[in-house]
């Protein structure tokens, strides 16, 4: 693997905001990066880490958590990915499953195991863990990504370098890593074989996934195009899908020779497609949202929100109807933010962004989420602990 430096830049610095470590590293302290998800009751479930082990736990209200004891997913301690865009992901299926992914870091550098629990009774237990993906080689499998369809489907998705490893051996050239992903139809009992989505992935940003009513998934990542840049693709994927189409998704045209640790963010829009936000870096860098319908632009030019200079980044959207909310990350001298934007018409015009929330010390990235028509903040916080926020509507 070509070996990447970490570039200590104000770009850089955003994307490492929070997890300070080396490229590709892995947090050696108690790690802030925790997911969280609501059940069809409203509780809201938690999984995170500490000493080695992937945490679930859960508050039965939400206007002031209250959290059960956590249960231990895995039985021995692990070195898990919790640096960077690397954490435990928690999906909740309509008929009241839960199911966790994380990573586990290997000897080798940069490498790791995507591993996968799941309960089906409502939390009370959960089930042994188990490896998703059949390659065992201590290559990357790392960054992994979880949605679960109304269906009940399972996609796991994560970033994979068993082409760059075979195109070594090969004397060929090879850029970055792959998408690759595998899905579940049997409730996470097992897991088909895994496909590719792509090549020439980011080796380091988050993959951004949802899973359309239809039972297909849309994925959203950091790739790398020709020259050296580094912008986002996107790919529709099926469970029999072999090779998906892949579109192109920015074009901001940022060409480093390093891993930004910042992925994008998406969300459903109407029939048209989709919402996207993400960080882009280089002469125009900044925070961005647009539309897309998978094919070409819907809104153009991308519009920019947040504050460079206040190292804005790490988006979260979510959407309902015609509403769209943005939340993302700032930082100043003495406190780090969350900044929330609103759209009533579907992404075209928003509001004028608001301080949600703010804390002194290290903080987790922040994620929203939706019930019922109500949409919430959640962001970890070294000092506050959970910050757990009720979006004005």
């Not at 021995?76 to 008929?95: C, L």
């Not at 539309?291 to 947040?306: I, L, N, T, Y």
Request: some cysteine.
């Amino acid at each position: 693997m070509k070996t990447i430096k970490l570039i200590l830049s104000l770009v850089l610095v955003i994307a490492l905001a929070g997890n300070a470590g080396a490229h590709e590293g892995h947090d050696h302290g108690q790690p802030l990066a925790a997911s969280v998800a609501l059940d069809a009751k409203g509780n809201l479930w938690r999984t995170s880490v500490k000493d080695g082990f992937v945490l679930v736990d859960k508050s039965t209200t939400v206007a002031s958590l209250n959290f059960s004891a956590p249960q231990k997913l895995n039985s021995q301690a692990q070195k898990i990915g919790t640096d960077g865009d690397a954490r435990p992901k928690i999906a909740i299926a309509e008929n009241g499953n839960i199911y966790v992914t994380w990573t586990q870091a290997l000897p080798t550098p940069y490498s790791g195991y995507i591993w996968f629990s799941r309960s089906s009774d409502g939390g009370k237990t959960f089930s042994q863990p188990s490896i998703v993906h059949q390659d065992r080689a201590e290559i990357t499998h790392r960054f992994d990504a979880l949605s679960v369809s109304p269906s009940g489907r399972i996609y796991v998705a994560w970033v994979d370098k068993r082409d760059l490893i075979a195109a070594k051996k090969a004397k060929q050239a090879y850029d970055g890593a792959a998408i690759y992903y595998a899905v579940s139809d049997d409730q996470g009992a097992s897991f088909s074989a895994e496909h590719k989505v792509a090549d020439s992935s980011c080796e380091c940003c988050r993959i951004a996934m949802l899973v359309n009513e239809q039972g297909d998934a849309v994925m959203m990542w950091r790739h790398l195009f020709d020259g050296g840049v580094r912008d986002h693709a996107m790919a529709k994927v099926s469970a029999n899908e072999k090779t998906p189409k892949v579109h192109r998704a920015s074009f901001g045209n940022w060409k480093i020779d390093a891993c930004p640790h910042h992925g994008p963010a998406i969300a459903k829009g109407g029939d048209w497609g989709y919402h996207m936000a993400w960080f882009d870096g280089g002469d125009k860098a900044g925070l961005f949202y647009a539309r897309m319908d998978g094919e070409a632009w819907v809104s153009s030019p991308a519009k920019r929100f947040g504050d460079v200079n206040s190292q804005a980044g790490h988006p979260a959207l979510i959407s309902d109807g015609e509403q769209v909310w943005l939340a993302w990350k700032e930082m100043t001298d003495t406190a780090s933010l969350v900044k929330l934007a609103k759209s009533n018409d579907g992404g075209r015009s928003w509001n004028a962004p608001v301080v949600i929330s703010q804390t002194k010390g290290k903080s987790d990235y922040p994620q929203l989420l939706l019930k019922d028509g109500q949409a919430y903040l959640a962001w970890n916080t070294e000092v506050d602990g959970l910050a757990w926020l009720k979006v004005a509507q």
